[in-house]
């Protein structure tokens, strides 16, 4: 199915979590905070949640700046 | 003699807040931020790059050592303000938040109306909510009667190292809240962060002046100095200026 992570397309698999997301990703949860469709995921239920066909999400973590 | 910087319900010995921005490499940073003295520093909200696997900034950052502030900055909505607010204390377990919303991408100037709407949102949910804002004391006011930890009026555009534009408007500041007044943006150098803290300030937030600086660690320690130097000036109670000459030396005793 397809959804839309940080701006971009991708393809991923049907029934996929946002912990299952994070590791196709190659990307720790540590630090990090995601929003599907303008709704923050906490961390808890990053197992549990299921994404599904059109989702956009954000995967954020803290950078440099002022 | 010195008491403690409080804002909220934290506690800090340091005065001076620095960013971790704009540094030539992660080394200079970690270098300047030691040299600073600083407690606090800011972090921004950005997407994790998914193109390429890069370390974490925070890799760089004792997060036992400093206490991270996580800012707003880029948001030119109060919407916007409130979910970056938001995904960042989903991110790092804390209520603190600098809220900046701009108004325009040339001056880097708050948005007042958007600030105060985004302000009244996270103190409603619980942040400890330090607004960037204008040099405006009734900006500073309004703030505060929202429940605002702290207020940051900008010295001068960010990034603009103009230094204290009108040290009036900050000691208005200072005399119309009882929160904690930070002075953040356009601090260029180490007599600018002094004149603040002349004046009274609470403590300055910092950027670009350490970071763009030749040496920013050397400018991070000068930095640091300025504003011990500034704070301790201000408790000491500095002499009335006066337009004549009075001598120092004794008139008494002179030879014929």
């Known amino acids: 199915m397809k959804i839309r992570v940080n701006g971009q397309a991708r393809d991923v698999e049907d029934g996929v979590t946002v912990k299952g997301l994070l590791a196709a990703l190659d990307i720790k949860p540590q630090g990090i905070a995601i929003d599907i469709n303008r709704e923050i995921v906490p961390k808890s239920r990053f197992e549990e949640t299921l994404i599904k066909e059109d989702d956009v999400i954000e995967i954020v973590r803290m950078t440099g700046g002022g | ?256």
């Open chain 2, 1 to 256: 003699m010195e008491e403690a910087l409080k804002i909220g319900k934290r506690v800090f010995k340091s005065r001076l807040m620095v960013g971790t921005g704009k540094y030539p490499t992660n080394e200079i940073m970690k270098k300047a931020l030691d040299a600073s003295g600083a407690e606090v520093v800011t972090v921004a909200v950005r997407r994790v790059n998914l193109d390429r696997t890069r370390a974490s900034m925070l890799d760089h950052i004792d997060t036992k050592k400093f206490t991270l502030l996580p800012n707003t900055a880029g948001c030119y909505t109060a919407a916007d303000a409130i979910r970056t607010a938001m995904l960042a204390r989903e991110a790092l377990e804390t209520e603190f938040v600098k809220l900046e919303v701009l108004g325009d991408e040339k001056t880097l100037f708050p948005d007042n109306e958007a600030l105060l709407e985004s302000a009244r949102v996270l103190v409603k949910e619980g942040f400890s909510v330090l607004p960037y804002t204008n040099d405006d004391p009734i900006m500073a006011r309004k703030l505060e009667d929202l429940g605002c930890a702290a207020v940051m009026p900008l010295a001068a555009p960010i990034g603009s190292g103009l230094g204290i534009r009108n040290p009036h408007n900050i000691r208005i500041i200072l005399e119309t809240v009882k929160v904690p007044v930070i002075v953040d943006a356009g601090v260029g150098t180490a007599s600018d962060a002094a004149v603040a803290m002349e004046l009274g300030c609470h403590g300055i937030l910092m950027n670009t002046g350490i970071a763009g600086a030749k040496d920013p660690v050397g400018m991070a320690k000068a930095m640091r100095l300025a504003v011990e130097a500034g704070r301790l000036a201000y408790l000491s109670g500095r002499i009335p200026k006066k337009l004549y000459a009075s001598a120092s030396s004794p008139l008494q005793g002179l030879i014929e």
